[in-house]
């Protein structure tokens, strides 16, 4: 079982969005509708590929679409936790500390090569994206209530990175694997940036807003209302459970894994346009949802397994519900 395309028909904009993103970003519809799954649900994203896939065109459009607030952190060795939180800074005329705000305070933050920081400054970002909210000389300031990190990392380069460590991958909604465009997505691609002309450096500049920060809102409170039968939530409860037990894995699930997992089949079932949540939203979003939080034993990685393939072979185990 493959990631499913995920569709947002119905009356919700998650549509409207999405197609105003597709005139720029050719062949990752996927990545495209799993961020909008994210936004409803009030979740984090990392994004996997290789150089030259859009990911930074995606998360600067999205913030277009949305009519959101964009920052860019611009991750490397050297960078310190108040570069991207902020800093007190003296004023020296008036005798006092007023506050200057980083990079954090934006609602959609593009955490670019997350894995070039060192630890303490990933530390840092750890709190803003579990408390929506950040800690200098020990007062807490609020971030913003669409505050959303859409980080990046390269999978074929290592040197001079930080793995991020458990706890920072577990505070991820969802983990997105970003490939290259087919054929005719890549002709189309090319075609469309020769006809903007000298738009083609900013292919963002041509996004036009679709919602504000009200629907968004709205939006994420209407997930919350989503109806969920307890046979559904039952099936989520034992595909976290038996991700402990595969062979292959030295570390399934966690307790937040099954409520990421419910809360995104919540979000995908509203900009499906229903109502309840059906265990094809939770098979639709189990690979996302997993893919990051599940470990390999050095024998599976030798057999050539990946965390995508036990997570298939985890949903073959588990009776889909009735």
Known sequence: MSEKEISTEGPDIGGAVQAELQRVIYGQATAIQSLLVAMTAGGHVLIEGVPGLAKTLLARSLAAALRCSFSRIQFTPDLMPSDITGVNVFDSVKGEFHFRPG???????????????PAKTQAALLEAMQEYQVSIDGQSRQLSRSFMVVATQNPIEYEGTYPLPEAQLDRFLLKLIIDYPGEEDERAMLKSIHALGESAAQPHS?????VGAEQIKELRARTHAIRVDDTVSEYVLRLVRQSRSLPSLTLGGSPRAAIMLLQAAKALAL?????????????TMV????????????????????????????????????
């Open 103 to 117: 990079p954090l305070f934006a609602d959609i933050v593009l955490a670019d090569e997350i894995n070039r920081a």
């Open 287 to 322: 690979l996302p949802v997993l893919r990051h939080r599940i470990r390999l034993t050095p024998e599976a990685e030798i057999e050539g397994l990946t965390a995508d393939s036990c997570i298939q072979s985890l949903l073959a185990q588990v009776d889909i519900p009735r």
């Open 271 to 283: 900009l499906r346009g229903k109502d309840y949540v059906t265990p094809d939203e939770v098979q």
């Open 206 to 210: 041509v996004i036009q807003p679709v």
